[in-house]
Each structure stands twice: as structure tokens, then as C-alpha cells.
Antibody
Framework: QVQLQESGPGLVKPSETLSLTCIVSGGSIDSYYWSWIRQPPGQGLEWMGYIYYSGSTNYNPSLKSRVTISTDTSKNQFSLKLTSVTAADTAVYYC???????????????????WGQGTLVTVSS | SYELTQPPSVSVSPGQTARITCYGDALAKQYAYWYQQKPGQAPVLVIYKDRERPSGIPERFSGSSSGTTVTLTISGVQAEDEADYHCQSADSSGTYVVFGGGTKLTVL
């Protein structure tokens, strides 16, 4: 059974960089798409981006200038970096594994099958 | 920016049928996905590709699509189905992932 576990600081100061790691167990990271999704307190889900094991990425346009997702295949994990954080970045951060579904029109849609338990990151001085 | 619109809340009595809708201009041409999220837990996929059900998800969960609206239907609602439900699809270009705002299902 695939399991994902987020790790990283629970408190980050404004203007600094938020860094999280997702450790994958029960399966190899050398396949599928690996994503970060966040949820501000009391709000809905926001997709941040995903990376394919080969290194290709796709980021939410609203965060693209601040977010970087990378993989470390030797450690079977992937990471998130979000720069210049503000209080608006306070959220529960989830890592997730996705496979892509191909539609009849030839587009691809991620199916988020496995999720980590989530980790709360608070941005505050 | 592109949005998926869900009702903030839906209430239903046990044993009845709950229907949660998700509207988006581009949904007629795109797949939709549904996730169930209970308090303090990570989301769980309950419907993919509009109407497919992952293994382990009860048959009372079903999905449908009609034009720009997709619907999650829960037949014979049980108390354990009380949760937030989130729809997911893509923006109008089909490039970026978009989630709806979520619907809180209350079982009366």
C-alpha cells in the first residue's frame, strides 16, 4: 500500500521560504505524478503543482513565480519550496500521488489517488 | 480565473438521496473528480472520470455529467457520509488543475 508522509517546519516567518518534503513508501517514485495541494483553514483545496518523475513540472499560474517542486529519486521523496511567504500561505499542505486520465479529446486529467495526512504550516513572526 | 462552483452546504436525512452539484463553463468537455474529506483527515477519491468509482468506495456513491454541470449522488445516505465534498477538474485550457470550493454535507 502506497503511503505518503509530509515533513517540515510548522512555523515559517513572513518573507522567508517554506520548505516541505514528502516521503513515499510502499511504491517507487519512478512513475506517476507527484503533487502538492494546500488548504487554508476553513477553506477549499488549492492545487499548487505537480512533477513527473522525469522532472517535467506543471504549476498553478497564481503561484508559479514562487513555487518549485523537485524529486529525489535516490531517497524516494519529493519536495516543495514556496518563496516570499505571507500570512495568506498559512494552510494544511498535502502531498499526493496522481495518475493521468486521457480523455476522448486527447487532454489529460490528474486523478489524485493517494494523499499524505497533511501538515499545518503557519506563517507568522 | 476559471472557477468550479459548488453549493456551500447540502442537508439530507438518513436514508435519503443527496445530490451535490459542481458547475463550470468547460465541464462539458472535461473529466470531473470528487473527493470526500472528513474533519481533520485528508481527502479521499470517491469518483473519477465523471462516473467511475474506485475500488473500496460503496456503490451508493455515483457520478453523472450533464453539460456544464456534474453531480455527485449519494443514495441511501448514512451518518458516516457527513463530510466535505470537493469537485476537481481543469481550467478552460485543460492545462491546470482546479478545485471547487467544497460542499459540506450534513446528515440530519
Amino acid at each position: 500500500q502506497v503511503q505518503l508522509q509530509e515533513s517540515g517546519p510548522g512555523l515559517v516567518k513572513p518573507s522567508e521560504t517554506l520548505s516541505l518534503t514528502c516521503i513515499v513508501s510502499g511504491g517507487s517514485i519512478d512513475s506517476y505524478y507527484w503533487s502538492w495541494i494546500r488548504q487554508p483553514p476553513g477553506q477549499g483545496l488549492e492545487w499548487m503543482g505537480y512533477i513527473y518523475y522525469s522532472g517535467s513540472t506543471n504549476y498553478n499560474p497564481s503561484l508559479k513565480s514562487r513555487v518549485t517542486i523537485s524529486t529525489d529519486t535516490s531517497k524516494n521523496q519529493f519536495s516543495l519550496k514556496l518563496t516570499s511567504v505571507t500570512a495568506a500561505d498559512t494552510a494544511v499542505y498535502y502531498c499526493a500521488r496522481a495518475r493521468l486520465d486521457r480523455s476522448g479529446l486527447g487532454n489529460y486529467y490528474p486523478r489524485f489517488e493517494y494523499w499524505g495526512q497533511g501538515t499545518l504550516v503557519t506563517v507568522s513572526s | 480565473s476559471y472557477e468550479l462552483t459548488q453549493p456551500p452546504s447540502v442537508s439530507v436525512s438518513p436514508g435519503q438521496t443527496a445530490r451535490i452539484t459542481c458547475y463550470g463553463d468547460a465541464l462539458a468537455k472535461q473529466y470531473a473528480y470528487w473527493y470526500q474529506q472528513k474533519p481533520g483527515q485528508a481527502p479521499v477519491l470517491v469518483i473519477y472520470k465523471d462516473r467511475e468509482r474506485p475500488s473500496g468506495i460503496p456503490e451508493r456513491f455515483s457520478g453523472s455529467s450533464s453539460g456544464t454541470t456534474v453531480t455527485l449522488t449519494i443514495s441511501g445516505v448514512q451518518a458516516e457520509d457527513e463530510a466535505d465534498y470537493h469537485c476537481q477538474s481543469a481550467d478552460s485550457s485543460g492545462t491546470y488543475v482546479v478545485f471547487g470550493g467544497g460542499t459540506k454535507l450534513t446528515v440530519l
